[in-house]
């Protein structure tokens, strides 16, 4: 069960979801690029002792409407709103992919409030390509980018089902399809001209994705961070692809920045079921389990 309601933020209401007791530890649960508070349900059964508080971050879902700017460091301070709302001593903070980013952005900004972090396939810089210049590269088209995510979210469904079966044929979800991911998907959609199309606003897509290759700015915060760190890598990547978003061996190379980055291998799932399917889910939620068991 999904309890909705709002923070306020500049510009507007960020809508949030909150799963588990009210009253128990709080992890702060921020989804990826594209995605929305309906990230977590597998989660909130496998740890029902957390109050699992999921954002739908600027520019997704039921916060689609806030405006600019947008971008890591605009996450990072509506979430720091959150903080305030929740008036809490210490959460553990959890992010899939680009949220892994703004997780450790927001540990570096709030050290006395963001206990742990965990981190889902992300929160690392994207490796730029062999002989490709990183202007050049982000100077490029939302559409070369960001390739068959940017198509879906500029393209119209005729119904709440065609967009069921769009996900039902993702190579991603090729015999991990479950009711998790058909309400995640339901959710996603809002209504336009008789039809219906993705919630996500792809200029603030396109504005996060160009922020995910280790700028000055963010490699800066990411030195400053002290808190416990665990990075869950997956093997195959957003079209269940080899060898995902990171190469094997990529995320050991951060622990001279982060010495205290801990890297582990999930076997057997790709970059969406690691987080919405098993056993993915079942790692993440050991890892958010041991990490809740540490808060005062």
């Known amino acids: ?61 039921r916060s689609a409407g806030l405006p600019g700017p947008f971008g890591l460091r605009q996450h990072a301070i509506d979430l720091r709103r959150v903080l305030d709302d929740l008036a809490q001593a210490e959460v553990v903070v ?4 680009m949220g892994a980013y703004v997780a450790l952005l927001l540990a570096a900004r709030e050290p006395e409030r963001v206990r742990e972090v965990v981190l889902i396939d992300g ?19 939302p559409e070369a980018l960001l390739g068959p995510a940017w198509t879906r979210l500029t393209r119209t469904f005729a119904s709440r089902e065609d967009y069921a079966r769009f996900w039902q044929a ?4 090729a015999g991990a399809w ?3 991911v058909a309400a995640y998907a339901d959710y996603d959609l809002d209504p336009v001209e008789g039809a219906s199309r993705p ?7 396109a504005a996060d994705q160009k922020e995910l290759f280790g700028h000055d700015w963010y490699l800066a915060a990411l030195r400053t961070v002290r808190q416990p760190a665990t990075v869950l890598r997956s093997p195959l990547g957003l079209q269940a692809e080899p060898p995902g978003l ?20 999930v ?27 540490r808060l005062p």
């Open 246 to 265: 990171y190469a094997p061996g990529v995320l050991q190379t951060w622990t001279s920045d982060v010495p205290q980055l801990d890297v582990v291998e």
């Open 1 to 61: 069960m999904i309890r909705d309601r709002t923070v306020p933020v500049d510009g507007g209401e960020l809508r949030l979801g909150e799963y588990g007791p009210e009253d128990g530890p709080v992890v702060l649960a921020i989804h990826g690029i594209t995605a929305s508070s309906r990230t977590w349900p597998a989660l909130a059964r496998l740890v029902p002792e957390a109050r699992i508080v999921a954002p739908d971050l600027r520019g997704r879902a």
């Open 94 to 97: 959890v992010g899939h992919s």
């Open 199 to 205: 919630s996500a606003n792809p200029e603030a897509v």
């Open 267 to 293: 076997p057997d799932v790709n970059h969406h079921t690691i987080v919405m399917g098993r056993p993915g889910a079942d790692r993440v939620a050991d890892t958010v389990r041991t990490a809740v068991t």
């Open 178 to 180: 479950n009711d998790d």
């Open 170 to 173: 993702h190579p991603a979800f």
């Open 123 to 141: 929160g690392l810089p994207l490796a730029v390509p062999p002989g490709v210049d990183l202007d050049a590269l982000l100077a490029l088209p």
